[in-house]
């Protein structure tokens, strides 16, 4: 059965530390996997990584795939209060999400 | 607002009466999805439709729980008989089907409290 796992389940930070966030899984085919955040209400999409794309950036955010190893880590750097969110990790197709990483920035 | 859509966001019911939540996608995305998220954990898919053929259902899906979505945009989703147990948050989801680039773009959800 496909399976995603996310560590750690939470993370106190202080304004401009980096973080790293894990994501592994098991798939019987892999199609893609994504990456949410979630404050509160419904996800937001961060990103996606397929065997053609298997490294994102956006701003402080990126996020690699290593399909050998089957694991994904979003990384963030010099954090904000305004990361603290859930971050969700899931497989694509219908989606199948890890329990999420609880990131809370203090500032 | 062109985002996908959810009504109501907030329903409170009495255990054993039924419910029903819409949710409008964003047009001309062709494939729906329900979720369902209780505190703490990620969304749990329950079922999603391609136009309007509901493709596959979750073995979490009762019986007392049916999905339309009649004419391939909006959908609905009717709990009947509703338990303590369905309380959590109904999210909904729509997208394009691209083989592996689809990405699912979500509503604001419907929260689901049963007394």
Not at chain 1, 70 to 80: D, E, G, R
Request: charged share 25%; net charge neutral.
């Amino acid at each position: 059965e496909d399976k995603v796992v996310q560590s750690p389940l939470s993370l106190v930070v202080h304004e401009g530390d980096t973080v790293t966030l894990n994501c592994s899984y098991e798939v019987t085919n892999f199609r893609s996997l994504l990456w949410y955040k979630q404050e509160k209400k419904a996800p937001t999409f961060l990103f996606m990584l397929t065997s053609s794309g298997i490294e994102k950036k956006s701003g402080r955010l990126s996020s690699i795939l290593d399909k050998k190893e089957l694991f994904s880590i979003l990384n963030i750097t010099a954090t904000q209060t305004g990361d603290s969110a859930v971050y969700l990790c899931a497989l694509g197709g219908k989606l199948i999400f890890g329990q999420g990483t609880t990131l809370q920035v203090k500032p | 607002d062109t985002g996908v859509s959810q009504d109501p966001r907030h329903k409170i019911t009495k255990r054993g009466q039924n419910v029903t939540f819409r949710c409008d996608p964003i047009s001309e995305h062709n494939r729906l999805y329900w979720y369902r998220q209780t505190l703490g954990q990620g969304p749990e898919f329950l079922t999603y439709f391609q136009n309007e053929a509901q493709l596959e259902k979750s073995r979490l899906l009762s019986d007392r729980f049916s999905a339309e979505r009649p004419k391939g945009s909006f959908s609905t989703l009717e709990i009947q008989r509703t338990e303590q147990g369905d309380s959590a948050m109904y999210l909904c989801a729509s997208s394009i089907w691209r083989a592996e680039e689809e990405t699912q773009y979500f509503g604001p959800g419907t929260r689901l409290l049963v007394l």
